[in-house]
């Protein structure tokens, strides 16, 4: 998940401290653990919708200027 977390600020306010997946532990603050479980609702979200519209993210594709997504495309 996280290999390495930096700090950009001295006085974040209060720490959490997390397990990483690599089992260390690390402290970040409220706002980047709400960061990160925002990300993970979004993502799982999308893999959802994806299933639902049979269609599959091509990830070659976010770093290239091709099509993000593989499937038909039909009017409603």
Request: aromatic share 2%.
């Amino acid at each position: 998940m996280v290999s390495k977390l930096i700090k950009f600020s001295e006085k974040p306010g209060p720490l959490v401290e997390i397990t990483i997946k690599k089992g260390g532990k690390t402290n970040i603050s409220w706002g980047c653990l709400s960061a990160l479980i925002e990300a993970k609702i979004a993502l799982t979200h999308a893999a959802i919708l994806l299933k639902e519209e049979n269609l599959k993210l091509n990830e070659d594709a976010l770093e290239d200027e091709k099509s993000l997504i593989d499937g038909a495309c039909e009017e409603i």
